[in-house]
């Protein structure tokens, strides 16, 4: 799958997406630093690539409409949180990914659970 990492996701985590044999850019990488939510939606609609972010905003359907791109993940972390509860999470995500289908999905990958929202079928 295509992902596209928002900056608030290190280099650990692209590792960890890599690793599971994904096609990862970021946010950063392209240079996107800053940009308003609006402009990060709409370049992973352009590249139909997956936005996993830290950012609940993108939680809201009526704004940002998973199903208008690859879909979204939300990683929520609990307060003061580590960079091995950050690394668990993703790794819950991908292993996730592997056994559950996931297209244009919104996911909300909390400890020990993921809540999805799929699109509403047609």
């Known amino acids: 799958m295509k992902f596209k990492l928002d900056e608030n996701l290190g280099n650990r985590a692209q590792s960890l997406f890599r690793l599971a044999g994904h096609d990862v850019e970021t946010v950063l990488g392209e240079k996107l630093s ?23 905003d993108f939680s809201s359907p009526i704004r940002f409409p998973a199903s208008l791109c690859a879909g979204i993940i939300i990683i929520r972390l609990p307060h003061n949180p ?17 056994s559950i289908p996931f297209e ?12 999805i929202h799929q699109k509403e079928q047609e």
Request: glycine residues 4%.
């Open 104 to 115: 244009s999905d919104l996911w909300i990958v909390e400890l020990g659970r993921i809540r």
């Open 82 to 98: 580590s960079l091995k509860i950050l690394e668990l999470l993703v790794k819950q995500a991908l292993s996730a990914l592997e």
């Open 34 to 56: 800053g940009a308003d939510d609006e402009r990060i939606f709409n370049v992973c609609r352009e590249e139909r690539r997956c936005l996993v972010t830290f950012d609940l």
